[in-house]
């Protein structure tokens, strides 16, 4: 078994080849790939430094699956070619998400959608993951409405030079004396703005949670309503979640119910202060849910607080767990 890690330099592809050796995938050659600045840079796997190659010599030694985290435009000009190589590809950017003829999957929710004839599946937004990995039994359950989403999302979601630009302001270096991602300071500020703006006046990020919930639920009748947020923290991304069922319920079986859910911890007991927090969930797979409470304002509502680790199950775990899939059907 041959794995290609596309981007494997980065936060998230790093993260990639960490989640292959813990989980124990079949990885007989690994195949690390990045822009040509990377190229001849090492990475360690199972205690060994691989050579980081172009992503031409990548296709030429024929890997049976390839993790993308390169952005969209890598993944536009690669993914192509990768799998007309015959290669597998799982692809974390948002490049092919709601492209008709691809594949959006999490795993637990709708893996009964991939077929053998799927050589470029989409791995949907780390806002989307954390957030519909919950909902998706409540919404069996007892039908969703309408969600209203905010969410306090993760620098690290940005990427390394994020990272680099908080560290330097927390510092106290000048706004304008080191290089910035983010239109105005991010240390002990907040910035209502992921992504670009579209005419809507929602951002990319926002419509993403909307296109990306239909898509994977399979229903387009949910209303969907979102607002994403940037703020000055690196463990992951937290979110408030407002449903609004067609149906009544009982917040001890909504309780149950996620208790039952795989790859969700239930985390509230206020009496306690126990609820989930981004310092708490680095490095875990866990979407961890919390703040449990009934919305008195309509006639069947549910609140909750929901956090997870946006590398991991919001980008790099699920990737991973995609190509076990893969795996497990026969396809890889």
């Known amino acids: 078994m041959k794995v ?6 980065g936060l998230v592809g790093t993260r990639m080849i960490q989640i292959l050796e813990e989980r124990n ?3 007989d050659e690994l195949i690390p790939v990045a822009s040509e600045r990377s190229v001849g840079k090492t990475v360690v796997f199972r205690g060994k430094a691989h050579k980081v190659v172009s992503a031409d010599e990548a296709i030429g030694r ?3 699956l390839a993790l993308f985290s390169a952005g969209a435009a890598a993944s536009r000009a690669l993914a192509p070619r990768f799998a007309a190589a015959g290669c597998r590809v799982v692809d974390n950017s948002s490049c092919w998400r709601m492209d008709p ?12 959608v991939l077929t053998g004839k799927d050589f470029i599946i ?19 359950a007892y039908t969703i409405r309408r969600i209203v989403v905010s969410t306090y999302q993760s620098i690290t979601g940005t990427g390394q030079k994020a990272v680099v630009q908080m560290e330097a302001e927390r510092a106290g270096e000048a706004w304008g004396s080191y290089p910035a991602v983010y239109p105005y300071p991010i ?16 951002t990319k990020e926002e419509m993403k949670m909307v296109n990306e919930t239909h898509k994977i639920l399979r229903d387009e009748s949910i209303g969907v309503s979102a607002t994403t947020v940037r703020v ?17 319920f009982e917040l001890a079986d909504v309780r149950r119910i996620l208790e039952n859910t795989e ?25 961890f849910v919390g703040r449990l409470r009934r919305d008195f304002s309509v006639a069947s509502g549910l609140n909750f607080w929901c956090v997870a680790d946006n590398l991991r199950k919001g980008a790099a775990t699920n990737a991973v767990q995609i190509a076990e899939e893969l795996l497990r059907r026969g396809f890889l």
């Open 232 to 248: 000055p923290v690196r463990g992951g991304h937290s979110e408030s979640v407002n449903l609004e069922f067609e149906k009544p």
């Open 25 to 27: 995938f079949p990885v």
């Open 122 to 140: 989409a791995n949907p937004n780390c806002s989307t993951i954390q957030m519909l990995l919950p909902l998706a039994p409540l919404h069996a």
């Open 62 to 64: 024929r890997p049976q």
């Open 187 to 202: 240390d002990r500020n907040i910035l209502p703005h992921i992504d670009s703006f579209l005419e809507n006046g929602y």
């Open 4 to 9: 290609a890690v596309v981007g494997a330099t």
């Open 263 to 287: 790859g969700v911890v239930v985390q509230d007991d206020p009496a306690h202060n126990i609820y989930p927090m981004p310092l708490y969930a680095e490095g875990r797979d866990e979407v």
């Open 101 to 112: 003829d691809k594949k959006l999957v999490v795993p637990e929710i709708n893996a009964d």
